[in-house]
C-alpha cells in the first residue's frame, strides 16, 4: 500500500521507518545535522512542514500532521 505524504510523492508504507510530529524532532540540533548530512532530506512544501517521514534512505519533511499520516496507513490496514 502507498501513503500519500504531500507534493504527488508516494511512498510504499512499508519503506517508513517512522513518522514523527514536527515538535518531537529538532532539526536545528547537532545529533540531527549529523543525520541529515548522512541521508538525504525532502521539504515537500515551501510553506513549512508538519511531521518528518523517516525512510531508510531519506528523511521527507511533510505538509501534513502526523496524525493525519497515521490515520491513511490505519484506514488502508484496519
Sequence with gaps: MYVYIGESIMLLAADIVAIMA???IDLSSDQAARSVHASSVALLESGGYKSVVVTE??????PFSSSTLKKRIDDHYF
Excluded: V
Aim: proline share 0%; charged share 20%; net charge positive.
Design 22 to 24: 514536527k515538535g518531537r
Design 57 to 62: 534512505n531519506t528523511l521527507y519533511l511533510s
